[in-house]
Structures are given as structure tokens and as C-alpha cells.
């Protein structure tokens, strides 16, 4: 590597030490470091910082970048329909709705203890926001978090037993800590469905917590599952120390096509309203 003919040996032996040294730093995977340690350098030697302090500034911002990068990881590894805030949650629209207990839940807690999560409530009242806001909190703590339609799940089950890697499957779910289960209720199972459900559910049981959305009271479940011992026994273990939050009111929807009859005027903003909230 010979140094460019107009550089002193001093400063060529400097450029030389600085592609080494980035060399390097990618090498490690300190990406922060590379960007950074030039210009934190210069801010160092103008405020007199000493090397402690220097090196402390410079693997902090390496620490938050990484915490960053894997938040945003978790994020995108959920496969999330959308985005949904719990700050952007409607409460006064679901009075009944204990707020406390749904911000205590997004402390995550329950992800430790492996605690079951269930929605329930009719349709249009925000369980899904809600479910999705609880799975943010959990990507945002580094949780590893997967969102599944009931359904896709379900299909997810039997093209793995299809394919013989349904214990890979569900070895893969294993490692998370949160998995989601929405619209549980909305179409019935086959007998294969709901026995690979059941199987599902029961392997995750108290090591990975379970998140459930569903519009049926927990009486109605044998009409989906078609099985009245299978589905005693899933209600055993996903109602065994459960959080259940009841969702009772109005569709966000309903009250929009209330609030259009009453104030034209204002449609637009209810709709903008509606589809931010609305499951």
C-alpha cells in the first residue's frame, strides 16, 4: 500500500493508521465508532475531555445505535398488519376498559411470567389496536414478537406438517416471547386446524406468552373449534393466570356512521378518526 506521492511520510503513516483502523472497526461491527470517532475526536480535544470520557461518549452512541437498530429489527420481525400507538388508544370510547391495567400491561410484565393476554369484545372496538400497541411495547424492549391472523396461523400449521418441520415451527415460536393471535372466532376450524391450535397453544404454554384478540364469549369457542374436550382443555391453559380485558360498547364505526347523520360536517374527521383507531 504505497502512500499518495504528495502526503509527508508523517501524514501518509496517519492515513495508512486511519484505513486500519476503520478496517478494523467494521470488522468488529462498531459502525457508530466509524462514523463518529473522528468528529467526537475533534469535540473532545476542543473541550479538554480526557480519554475516559472520550472512549465512554463513543461506545455510549454505539450502545444506543444498537439498541436502535434492534429495536427497529424486533419491529419489522413481528410482520405487524400496521402501526398502531397505544398513546393514539381512545379510552373515554370504551369506559368500561380498565386504562391502568392496560398501561401496566405495556410495563411487560406478563411477557416475563409468561402470562396469557386475552381481548374479547365485539368488533370494531380497538382489540387489535390495543394488541399491536402491546406488541410495540414488547419489540421496543428487545422482546422478540410475532403478529399472526388466527388463520394464517393456522395455515402456517398445516403447510409445516405438510412439509414434516411442524416441530421446527413451533421450536422457532419457542424463542419469542410474545406471539399474537388475532380475530380468533371469525371462521371455524377444520378438525386438523383446531387440533394443530390446540397443539400449538399447548406447547407455549407458561414459557411464551400468548396475546388473544376474539369477538366470542369463551361459552361460544366450541362453535369455532368444533370440539367440546379440545376446547376445554385450550381454555384451561390460555385462561390459567390471564389477564382478560372486555371490550364493551360501540364500534368505532357505528358511532362514525352516528356522528355522519348527526354532523355531516364533520365526516371526514371522524373517518380519519375511525381508521386510526379501528381494528
Not at 398502531?84 to 391502568?100: C, R, T, V, Y
Request: proline share 5%; aromatic share 8%; with cysteine.
Amino acid at each position: 500500500m504505497s502512500p499518495p506521492p504528495s502526503l509527508t511520510p508523517v501524514q501518509a503513516g496517519e492515513r495508512i493508521g486511519q484505513m486500519v483502523l476503520r478496517t478494523q472497526l467494521h470488522n468488529l461491527r462498531l459502525q457508530a465508532f466509524v462514523d463518529e470517532y473522528e468528529t467526537l475526536a475533534q469535540e473532545a480535544a476542543r473541550a479538554h475531555w480526557s480519554h475516559e470520557k472520550y472512549l465512554a461518549t463513543l461506545t455510549s452512541r454505539e450502545v444506543d445505535r444498537r439498541t436502535h437498530n434492534q429495536r427497529q429489527r424486533r419491529i419489522k420481525e413481528a410482520r405487524f398488519p400496521f402501526r398502531k400507538e397505544l398513546a393514539d388508544f381512545d379510552f373515554d370510547a370504551i369506559p368500561h376498559l380498565n386504562q391502568l391495567r392496560v398501561l401496566e400491561l405495556a410495563r411487560g410484565r406478563y411477557l416475563q411470567q409468561a402470562e396469557p393476554v386475552i381481548l374479547l369484545g365485539a368488533p370494531g372496538l380497538g382489540k387489535t389496536h390495543l394488541a399491536i400497541a402491546l406488541g410495540l411495547a414488547a419489540c421496543r424492549e428487545g422482546h422478540r414478537t410475532r403478529f399472526y391472523t388466527v388463520t394464517g396461523l393456522i395455515n402456517d400449521l398445516q403447510q409445516a406438517q405438510n412439509q414434516q418441520r411442524l416441530p421446527h415451527f413451533i421450536d422457532q415460536a419457542l424463542r419469542h416471547k410474545l406471539i399474537i393471535l388475532d380475530e380468533l372466532g371469525y371462521i371455524p376450524f377444520s378438525t386438523t386446524g383446531a387440533q394443530l391450535l390446540f397443539q400449538f397453544c399447548s406447547a407455549l404454554h407458561e414459557r411464551v406468552a400468548i396475546l388473544i384478540t376474539t369477538n366470542l364469549p369463551f361459552g361460544d369457542w366450541v362453535q369455532i373449534f368444533g370440539d367440546e374436550r379440545l376446547t376445554t382443555g385450550l381454555l384451561d391453559r390460555i385462561t390459567y393466570r390471564a389477564h382478560i380485558l372486555e371490550f364493551v360498547g360501540d364500534s368505532y364505526r357505528f358511532r362514525q356512521a352516528q356522528a355522519a347523520t348527526v354532523h355531516p360536517a364533520s365526516t371526514a374527521d371522524d373517518a380519519r378518526q375511525a381508521n386510526a383507531l379501528s381494528p
